[in-house]
């Protein structure tokens, strides 16, 4: 599944958001379109009022005073209705909203106050916030059909302040029925002035996934990178319950948070009472993750035990689990009923044992990047 | 620009230890428990209390970083999440909020039967001077309505209730009425043997929503024994009772509790048979109180403690059985025993609880308009000990009857935090205070400890479950695991890996 391109930009200085039309519409409508063609010259079409113009061949200047992109290097992927954004830089062509995906999202910012040894999307130090907000605002009013599910990722959004109630108080406006769920590492919500104007924006269907990765302060504090960050969670998930928040509970799976998994179970049991979610997920080989190999890899296969013992703990407590990016081979048999396919449509691919596998359908299979390093029992599992 | 990563060693240990409160019991020669202020325990082999409390544990030991992780001591970095423990602390001891749920209406003494362990002294069936008035109905209603606590039940007893059915219409009305001005929730439950059971009362029940409660003590020799009537015949009109009212108000609608007598001690496994024959799916597995005719007729009804410890483990143990061949049975008091020892909430169950339960969470109300904190004081009082009696409805406001000398003396008996022998026992989180029981058997509301039936009931039964949770198979663990979530064997397991 692809969702970038790229090619060259002519006549815009600031990004431009558009939803995707092949065809050429009624001029009235072109405000918030985006005209998606094969080339300019065969019938040169009226390019008035569009948003933009992308095109695949090539365009010389003056063709049009319309923000255009062209010499773009596919545009199969672009169908009506995809709200792009384009770029006047590097003439990248971005998907940022799919409607017939259940996948969609928006990402917040790059930038992290956490620094996780397996970030599988490494912050970067730069003040997006700005330019993101806006664009992000923009994408809520082009979104259509509006989407049943979305979710607000980055980086950490909390960092966006301000910027992030504008962001919950439009889709609190404009999509009010659509399930938003967002990843923060909830360190921000420890204050709680930012916790009840976030709660004041009053979003009708808003949950949350934080992480937490150990019961002892010192190992979560040092996965994440960060002093105090265990605390500042901890009070947060409170701060959050306090004001009626539903939040996931996210444990990535690698050497330095399996050590203390069952612990970390039981305290999820006894001190976050309101905890009704736990997600345990496979850990992903990118970003950050394969530079610290060292420390965190243990093939999933020696974890599993630890993983039974700890969903068994949860699963008495009434807490539903759910398990992530674990292929089935791998886990064990008495886990399976927990296992979830939400690896993304357009990561998600198997690999060539994957073939003749008589689980392969309920199966997750892998990031792509994921088959550089894999669990020694991967196997076929035959058709009993 | 990438980023660096900072090493553990950046990540500080703390150079000493501070211990929060938690306390321990030895519990075999190799192993002990420990267990804090909220219940929360850990089994450790034995010698553990005495290392930690020495301060010869290392930041570095995984036993540290338990310990730390389930509040038994904090170091220099813990201090923002003793909040934590706050809150950890405020939820288990959420059942005080709202003060008295538990209203005990006593609407006349009459009663046909004459049971041997009955807690009152009885009256003739005609005998109308021991049935409440509609005056003294009134003000009681007035007091009970008066409780903060927005969820209410109204437990209607006797004697026989059903034998003062107009009392019962009367009392239900006004109830309602005041509860639906106030906007509180009422549950109404009449306690009864059943056997005045007619269609009319039942019609009555149904359109009222009232449940019914009944005692079914086991299989008819030992109930009838149990339970005399001059026909002989109370267990063949508590099994019609329970069908006539199960098929009028629903199957969930009526209850039964058992007493242990004497004759019941021998009989465990028949008497939890006769709960399955009945289609019941809890069993309280409950000793006598030591209180009314019980103690009289203690050549009928008296044994030791621990010749009921052993009846509780025997009934328990078929109990087991029965759900692991699929028929789902609740023992009521190790249910809320086992919630006190896996859950972070109380409980509501008011013999159980510190500060105790009477007149915090339960008043009675005698048919004369005496308030009594427990319908164990109320049985006292029959015998001539009036030294629960808070006051009358008749002449005392609630603040009054609250602050009366009755109830401060109480209360100050009542916290297990403050009481010798209870003060440093490990299960101090799971038990309860219970000045009424201590001073009808020792004369004394504060008590001793060790020949206190109270005591060794709780030690053992609380020994017994640590030996279930910590021992037992996988069957054990599942059952106990689908009794505190209200579920069956099966709909446990099947939440469970398999």
Redesign the interface.
Known sequence: MRLHTAGKALNFRKPVLGRVVVEPIPRGMRKDAILVLSSLTESAPDLDGYAAIVVSGKVGDGATSRPLVHSVRETDHLRPGYVIVIEPLNGFVRTLYRPDSPHNTLFATERCNS?C?MCSQ????KDDVAALTERNLRLIELMSPLPEYLCITGGEPTLLGDHLLDILKKLRDITPSTDVHMLTNGRRF?WSDFTSEFAAVGHPRLSLGIPLYS?????H??IV?A??AF??T??GL?QLARHGFETEIRIVLHALSVK?LH?LS??I???L?FIHHVAFMGMEHIGYAPR?MNELWIDPVDYQEEL?RS??IL??F?IDVRIYNLQLCVL?Q??W??SKQAISDWKNIYVEVCDGCAVREKCGGFFHWDTKLQSRALHRIPPC | MARSFLPISDFGLSKSYRLLPFRFRRLTNEEEILVNECGEFLAVPAGTAARVIRKQLSPNDSLYATLKAKHFLYDDYSSPLLDVLAAKYRTKFDFIHGSTKLHIFVVTLRCDHSCHYCQVSRQTVTKGEFDMSREVASAAVDRMLESPSPHITLELQGGEPLLAFDTIKYIVSIAKSGAAQRSKELDIVITSNLAFLTDEILEYCRSESIKLSTSLDGPDFIHNSNRPRPEGNSYQLAIEGIKRARRALGFSQVAALMTTTQLSLQHPMEIVDEYVRQSFHTIFLRPISPYGFALKSAHKTGYEMQAFLDFYRAGLSHIFELNRKGYNLVEIYTKILLQKILMPEGTGYVDLQSPCGAGLNVLVYNYDGDVYATDESRMLAEMHDHTFKLGNVLTHTRAQLFTSPAFVALIQAGCNQSLPGCSDCAYQPYCGADPVYHHATQGDMYGHRAWSGFCTRNMSTIDHIFSLLLKGDDDIQDILWAWVNDCNLTEMRAGLPQ
């Open positions: 620094n040894l490494p912050p970067v130090d420890a019961d002892d302060s010192r190992i504090d040092y990178q002093r105090d605390d500042q901890i009070l409170h203390r612990h039981e305290y049991c006894r001190n009472t610290n039974e969903v068994r699963a008495r009434g064990r008495s886990l009923q927990y």
